[in-house]
T-cell receptor, first 114, second 116 residues
Framework: DAGITQSPRHKVTETGTPVTLRCHQT?????MYWYRQDPGHGLRLIHY???????DKGEVSDGYSVSRSKTEDFLLTLESATSSQTSVYFC?????????????FGEGSRLTVL | AQSVTQLDSQVPVFEEAPVELRCNYS??????LFWYVQYPNQGLQLLLK??????LVKGINGFEAEFNKSQTSFHLRKPSVHISDTAEYFC??????????????FGQGTRLTINP
C-alpha cells in the first residue's frame, strides 16, 4: 500500500462544468502523476509533478490543469469538462531514492461527462 | 520517445493451460520494462520488472517475462493459469534515468480471460 487516496471515486457531471480530482498521499513522495485510462489506449500521462508548485505536461495535457500547493496533494482540474474526458483517472507516485521507474497507483476516479 | 505495442487485445485460455502475452517496444535509449496487472475495479499493481542483468525476470503469482533486446520484446508467460489470473495486463516502458520523474509509457492492454 503506497498510501494514495483519490477522491471522488466516481463522478457524473455535465459538459461545460468544472471538475477537480484530488490525489492525496501520506508518504511524502516528491513525484506524483496523473494518468487517464481508456479502452484501446492503455494509460496515458496527463501531467506530473516533481515538487511543490513544480509541474509539467505529459502526453495528453490539453484541457487539463494541475496544482500542487503542498507535498501530499496533487489536484487535476478540468476547467470545462467535455465528453471526450469521460475516463478513469489514476494518480500515481514514484518513490524517492528508487530510480527504477516503478509507479504505485491509486484506486482510480471514474468520471462520466454527459 | 518510447512506445509500446501489445499484440493481442484479448487472450482467452482454459484453466491450467500455459499463456503468453506479447509486448514489443521501441526506444532509442536504454529502458526499464514492466508488466502491471489490473483486476476489475482496481488500480494497477506491479507484476514484474526488468531493470538490468538476467533477461529472465520472475514476478508474483508465478508469472515470468523475458527481455529480448534484439527483438525489442518483453513477453509475459505463465506455465499454468488459474481462474484468479483473469485481469487486464499492461506492458510499460520507462526511459532509463538516474534521477527525476519516471514517466511510464503503457501499451494498450491485454485482457486475459481464464475459462474453466
Amino acid at each position: 500500500d503506497a498510501g494514495i487516496t483519490q477522491s471522488p471515486r466516481h463522478k457524473v457531471t455535465e459538459t461545460g462544468t468544472p471538475v477537480t480530482l484530488r490525489c492525496h498521499q501520506t508518504e511524502n513522495h516528491r513525484y506524483m502523476y496523473w494518468y487517464r485510462q481508456d479502452p484501446g489506449h492503455g494509460l496515458r500521462l496527463i501531467h506530473y509533478s516533481y515538487g511543490v508548485k513544480d509541474t509539467d505536461k505529459g502526453e495528453v495535457s490539453d484541457g487539463y490543469s494541475v496544482s500542487r500547493s503542498k507535498t501530499e496533494d496533487f489536484l487535476l482540474t478540468l476547467e470545462s469538462a467535455t465528453s471526450s474526458q469521460t475516463s478513469v483517472y489514476f494518480c500515481a507516485i514514484s518513490r524517492q531514492g528508487a530510480n527504477t521507474g516503478e509507479l504505485f497507483f491509486g484506486e482510480g476516479s471514474r468520471l462520466t461527462v454527459l | 520517445a518510447q512506445s509500446v505495442t501489445q499484440l493481442d487485445s484479448q487472450v482467452p485460455v482454459f484453466e491450467e493451460a500455459p499463456v503468453e502475452l506479447r509486448c514489443n517496444y521501441s526506444s532509442s535509449v536504454s529502458v526499464y520494462l514492466f508488466w502491471y496487472v489490473q483486476y476489475p475495479n482496481q488500480g494497477l499493481q506491479l507484476l514484474l520488472k526488468y531493470l538490468s542483468g538476467s533477461t529472465l525476470v520472475k514476478g508474483i503469482n508465478g508469472f515470468e517475462a523475458e527481455f529480448n533486446k534484439s527483438q525489442t520484446s518483453f513477453h509475459l508467460r505463465k506455465p499454468s493459469v488459474h481462474i484468479s489470473d483473469t485481469a487486464e495486463y499492461f506492458c510499460a516502458v520507462s526511459e532509463y534515468r538516474i534521477q527525476g520523474a519516471q514517466k511510464l509509457v503503457f501499451g494498450q492492454g491485454t485482457r486475459l480471460t481464464i475459462n474453466p
